[in-house]
């Protein structure tokens, strides 16, 4: 269960007495970004908000809108969501199954090109958060894919994570 692992690094953060363990963010991509919004629900309590960019926000959904030729090798490599049991597992620790859970603020970023992790994935985590009454902001890059590659896009993304820390901070992060 690798979100335990945020939990054992937000245990050896609060350990740490120069370190503020009260104003901990998350950033993180593609499988980073599933580790964000994993551990924004997981760890609500612990955690001041998260960007999440290009993550899986639901394996059968990854799966089902995954490109053919793609989804057979993403199948060996998370489990095939047509076994009940796998099936059964992907929804426990599905982000979009329990984005109720999420209570911190969400910035997620996504390129509409993406070939790994569809904009789907994006669009209906975003969806489901504000719909549970929670903050979630969105970008969309319409001439991007799995990252932001293009310097305008990287810099307009830079600029607007520093503003999301900035509302999450209440100033310079």
Do not use: C
Not at 16 to 37: C, I, N, P, T
Not at 92 to 110: C, E, G, M, T, Y
């Amino acid at each position: 269960d690798s979100v335990k692992d945020i939990g054992a690094l937000l245990d050896w953060i609060k350990a740490q007495k120069e370190l503020d363990a009260k104003r901990v963010a998350l950033h993180g991509g593609s499988y980073g970004g599933y580790m964000v919004l994993a551990s924004l629900e997981d760890y609500a309590d612990r955690l001041v908000g998260g960007v999440d960019i290009v993550g899986v926000s639901d394996f059968k959904t990854f799966l089902a809108n995954t490109k053919d030729y793609r989804r057979d090798l993403r199948r060996v490599e998370y489990g095939d969501e047509r076994d009940p049991k796998i099936a059964a597992f992907f929804d426990a620790i599905s982000p979009l199954k329990h984005a109720d859970r999420i209570q911190d603020p969400l910035f997620v970023v996504q390129g509409a090109n993406d070939p790994r992790v569809p904009a789907s994935e994006a669009e209906q985590i975003v969806a489901a958060v504000r719909a549970s009454g929670q903050e979630a902001w969105y970008m969309l890059a319409l001439d991007e894919g799995h990252g932001f590659r293009k310097k305008a896009n990287s810099d307009a993304m830079a600029e607007a994570v520093v503003l999301f820390l900035e509302s999450i901070y209440g100033g310079t992060p």
